[in-house]
């Protein structure tokens, strides 16, 4: 069979035909481009037996025109699957173009989540590292020289260690708080006047015992804990929880506790308020019974011991034990399912949006102007309680929303990974990288198709062919569970499919190339690992490589449907425009096997219909495949002698007939096709009073048997 191929692939005509096809398929992009280039739709119509209606241009381009993955479609709607077939080996419709795939976007959400226990850690961390050296610090300079100390005890303040000097950092700590003039008292914010107050420097910078006692350490802990934080995480609990102990029972007016931020939020945790109510009206809430009853929320009342006009009775507390424990426990509900929300509502939030992108700018777009334009009434958060998308973006790359700009960031995203001299190259810095690599957008800053290592055209066409490669011949509860078990098998190779960047990748995954093979009808137990790499190093287009030396073409498309460079890593150069690498070479070798069927056909009808049944048997489902084509309905009566008066039976009769001689299920074994190609073959020769069967020649190499021996050999195979 190679051998009749290759002879036609070099003839003038056919070689010419197909040079034109190859170099020119890649350059059409609409489909009036394809039917009105005669040479390139003809080849084309004739690859996939449908040379007959070439002329018929309108109807063929509503069969590229249709969408597939519809079974409505115009392409599907036909009874002749020839036509759906010719349409799926092109892509006219297009690959879709997206901000991300199903795989980017689960990997950074994930990243996303990941980055949260390692913020608790990252915490831990410094705070162990700040305990472990504050009390061997003995002078203000030891302090300020150590960097990490010295950003520890800053951000506890909620003060930028970036833009302090250490003079006034100095200055600040040493400074005398009883003097009204002293640098601390004259600073700007309070937060100075605190920090002084939290380390016992004498103004010359020394210590008198220790630069802070136990519980001041153990106050910055609690502030270090609470700035540090951008997430409600288990250890922001914990220290909400000793501050909240610690300071809001000896408050003696409900106005002295909404005045601090912490307690204040606190409480608006514990009892659901909103974040948008004022202070006044919390405190109002804690004790005035009328403004409660006309506010619709009395609860507070129960919890705090504060009188009409919001003080604490002498001798008493703004909170006993009791409400403090049942507070807690209050708090403790509310603020775990707060932590719960802000990670469903960024994660929710982040899907829904990306999905929309369809550019840098729809990105970086806020949510107040998504949700204005979105009319997006029925979501109940305020844009502003929802995570930003880019915000959940850097944060799972580890990136600070304040390291970069919107403008930095626009430059970055439509930055090419592979270009050395591109912006984020430029910026040497990998988180920026793992970035730009979980987006697909380009330099202009639109979305694109995703490079995949198989088109995603190719991923949809595969999962197709498996699915009928595993529910053949099957019905009722087997045919479901064969569908269950190959839409799970479809669902790992549509995930792990957008993860393969290399060759190595792919050949180690064993369930990935079981599920490529025995979705072309090929027996993974066939073709060892070592084969498989061979074919996939082989060069298609060195006509002696090892991929192209094989008996079955089917391998060489197989690797030609994947996205591979010389070296095995994913590479955008075989991808093509409307039909993949592989598309085409399938194509072609559909061209000429039609095309030596035609040349057999004159010469011998008889081998035209044993090339064709060769050919077609592979795809036969069912008895009434065969009984609605003439082709194969003449190969059967000639195989097994059926009389005339066969044709004129009931239809069903017909049906099981044939599958009393044919057992429909190995027609895609090779070995039983060739058996009934012979017994075809030495009967139509007999009849035809052939001595020589040209059908053999071509289908097996068999030139040496003569017909009246091959016609015994059938006769006793069929007893």
Same mark, same amino acid.
Request: without cysteine; negative net charge; proline residues 1%.
């Given at each position: ?28 992009? +609409? ?14 119509? %004739? ?12 109807? @063929?381009? %509503? ?34 173009? %997206? ?44 302090? /300020? ?8 005890? !800053? ?61 001041? /350490? ?27 102990? %610690? ?25 659901? $308020? ?9 405190? #109002? ?33 703004? !909170? ?131 490079? $995949? ?20 011949? !099957? ?18 190779? =549509?995930?792990? @499919? ?12 064993? *369930? ?7 979705? =072309? ?11 498989? *790499?061979? @074919? ?13 030396? !094989?008996?079955?073409? +089917? ?59 060769? *050919? ?25 002698? @059926? #009389? ?53 020649? /071509? ?19 069929? =007893?």
């Amino acid at each position: 069979m190679n051998t009749s191929l290759n002879r036609v692939a070099n003839e003038s005509t056919v070689a010419r035909d197909t040079a034109y096809y190859e170099e020119n398929i890649g350059k059409v992009t +609409t489909v009036d481009e394809f039917v009105d280039d005669y040479r390139l739709f003809s080849y084309a119509m %004739k690859a996939y037996g449908l040379e007959d209606m070439t002329y018929a241009k309108a109807f @063929m381009k %509503k069969i590229l025109e249709s969408d597939l993955t519809d079974d409505s479609s115009f392409a599907n709607s036909l009874t002749d699957t020839r036509y759906a077939e010719f349409a799926a080996a092109f892509n006219f419709s297009g690959e879709t173009a %997206k901000a991300q795939t199903s795989v980017q976007t689960d990997t950074l959400l994930a990243a996303y989540e990941d980055s949260f226990a390692a913020e608790e850690d990252a915490i831990q961390t410094e705070i162990d590292y700040y305990e472990s050296k504050i009390g061997s610090i003995t002078s203000v300079d030891q302090l /300020i020289g150590n960097d990490r100390l010295r950003s520890y005890v !800053l951000e506890s303040f909620g003060l930028d260690a970036t833009y302090t000097s250490k003079s006034y950092l100095k200055q600040v700590l040493t400074s005398d708080l009883s003097d009204t003039n002293s640098v601390a008292n004259q600073a700007s914010s309070d937060a100075w006047r605190e920090l002084a107050a939290s380390f016992n420097f004498n103004t010359d910078g020394s210590v008198n015992g220790s630069a802070q006692t136990s519980d001041q /350490i153990e106050d910055l802990r609690l502030d270090y804990i609470y700035n540090a934080s951008t997430y409600p995480s288990d250890l922001l609990y914990e220290a909400n929880q000793a501050y909240w102990e %610690k300071n809001a029972a000896s408050v003696t007016t409900a106005t002295e506790l909404v005045s601090d931020e912490r307690l204040l939020s606190y409480v608006k945790t514990a009892f659901g $308020l909103r974040d948008t109510i004022m202070a006044s009206s919390v405190a #109002s809430l804690m004790s005035n019974e009328s403004f409660a009853s006309v506010y619709g929320n009395t609860e507070l009342l129960d919890y705090f011991n504060f009188e009409t006009d919001g003080t604490v009775t002498s001798g008493e507390s703004a !909170l006993s034990s009791d409400q403090i424990t049942s507070l807690a426990s209050k708090y403790k509900t509310a603020f775990q399912e707060d932590q719960q929300a802000a990670v469903d509502d960024a994660l929710s939030n982040f899907e829904t949006r990306i999905a929309a992108v369809t550019n840098i700018d729809d990105f970086l777009t806020t949510n107040s102007d998504y949700y204005e334009s979105d009319d997006n009434t029925d979501n109940d958060d305020t844009y502003d309680e929802v995570t930003e998308i880019w915000d959940v973006a850097l944060r799972a790359y580890g990136i600070d929303p304040d390291e970069v700009s919107m403008s930095e960031l626009r430059k970055i995203l439509a930055s090419d990974v592979d270009d050395e001299d591109s912006y984020v190259n430029t910026l040497d810095d990998e988180r920026y990288v793992n970035l730009v690599k979980a987006f697909n957008f380009n330099s202009e800053g639109e979305i694109e198709v995703p490079l $995949l290592v198989q088109s995603e055209n190719v991923i949809n066409d595969y999962a197709s062919a498996y699915t009928d490669q595993k529910t053949r011949f !099957l019905e009722g509860t087997e045919l479901d569970d064969a569908q269950e078990a190959a839409d799970e098998e479809i669902e790992y190779y =549509k995930t792990q @499919m957008e993860t393969i960047t290399t060759l190595d990748q792919f050949l180690a995954d064993e *369930r990935l190339t079981s599920f490529v093979l025995e979705a =072309k009808g090929i027996d993974p137990e066939s073709v060892t690992s070592e084969e498989l *790499r061979q @074919m996939f190093e082989s060069d298609l287009t060195d006509s002696k490589s090892y991929v192209n030396t !094989l008996s079955d073409n +089917t391998f060489a498309e197989i690797v030609a449907s994947f996205n591979f460079d010389s070296e095995g890593n994913l590479s955008s150069d075989p991808v093509g425009t409307i039909q993949q690498r592989g598309g085409t070479l399938e194509t072609v070798n559909k061209y000429l096997r039609q095309t030596l069927e035609e040349e057999q056909g004159d010469a011998n009808e008889g081998v035209r219909l044993a090339l064709y049944f060769q *050919r077609m048997a592979p795809s036969i489902t069912s008895a009434y495949d065969i009984l609605g084509d003439d082709a194969l309905l003449e190969f059967f009566n000639t195989a097994f002698s @059926m #009389s005339d008066y066969f044709s004129s039976q009931d239809v069903e009769k017909q049906a099981s007939t044939v599958e009393n001689f044919i057992d429909l299920e190995q027609l895609q074994d090779p070995e039983y096709v060739e058996k009934l190609v012979k017994r075809y073959t030495a009967l139509y020769d007999t009849e035809n009073g052939t001595t020589d069967s040209a059908a053999l020649s /071509i289908l097996t190499g068999v030139n040496s048997i003569s017909a009246d021996t091959l016609l015994a050999v059938a006769q006793l195979s069929a =007893k």
